[in-house]
T-cell receptor, first 112, second 111 residues
Framework: IAGITQAPTSQILAAGRRMTLRCTQD?????MYWYRQDLGLGLRLIHYSNTAGTTGKGEVPDGYSVSRANTDDFPLTLASAVPSQTSVYFC???????????FGNGTRLTVT | LAKITQPISMDSYEGQEVNITCSHNNIATNDYITWYQQFPSQGPRFIIQ???TKVTNEVASLFIPADRKSSTLSLPRVSLSDTAVYYCLVARNTNAGKSTFGDGTTLTVKP
């Protein structure tokens, strides 16, 4: 089934550790996104990529980095995790910048 | 970026029409509006998208007035399975990074 795969599904991480959240799509979409979702705050854009080889900062990029080496993969890295990064992280993709978003089922991350 | 306001929650009964309004007073000319539905432990799912006037698909309608400072998602004849959180997204068609989600409206459909 075509779609977005995120891994891991959930993770408990000690503060200060490095962590990479994986995201792969098989729809050949040009644009990809990372959002975090916190209770009562909706979804906030962390980083995005309009096309392979390019990335941009969203609303809350601090403490996170991304890369887009190819069309399918868009990993999100936390260089040194802090408790405020405890959240549910959603990866999304869209065919173009103005096309609807397709979301994965999220990674629940707890930083202790 | 547009500041977005949605009602926190709404209740309805099966078979009724539900209208959820999103306010986006400072929407820009190049911004479009999209609505998503989210169930627990799942990612949001696309419902409908529009730029102005009215758009209708098999599951919903989207009404956008001429000034585009608000939009209304209309769900006809809701069922229990429509109980979910509904998000309004305002995004710029020239820049994928220029987008803002509302905080979501929790719709509870009662029998």
């Amino acid at each position: 089934i075509a779609g977005i795969t995120q891994a891991p599904t959930s993770q408990i991480l000690a503060a200060g550790r490095r962590m990479t959240l994986r995201c792969t799509q098989d729809m050949r979409h040009n644009a990809m996104y990372w959002y975090r979702q916190d209770l009562g705050l909706g979804l906030r854009l962390i980083h995005y990529s309009n096309t392979a080889g390019t990335t941009g900062k969203g609303e809350v990029p601090d403490g996170y980095s991304v890369s887009r080496a190819n069309t399918d993969d868009f990993p999100l890295t936390l260089a040194s995790a802090v408790p405020s990064q405890t959240s549910v992280y959603f990866c999304a993709s869209s065919r173009d910048r103005d096309s609807p978003l397709h979301f994965g089922n999220g990674t629940r991350l707890t930083v202790t | 970026l547009a500041k977005i306001t949605q009602p926190i929650s709404m209740d309805s009964y099966e078979g009724q029409e539900v209208n959820i309004t999103c306010s986006h007073n400072n929407i820009a000319t190049n911004d479009y509006i999209t609505w998503y539905q989210q169930f627990p432990s799942q990612g949001p799912r696309f419902i409908i998208q529009g730029y102005k006037t009215k758009v209708t698909n098999e599951v919903a309608s989207l009404f956008i007035p001429a000034d585009r400072k608000s939009s209304t998602l209309s769900l006809p004849r809701v069922s229990l399975s429509d109980t979910a959180v509904y998000y309004c997204l305002v995004a710029r068609n020239t820049n994928a990074g220029k987008s803002t989600f509302g905080d979501g409206t929790t719709l509870t459909v009662k029998p």
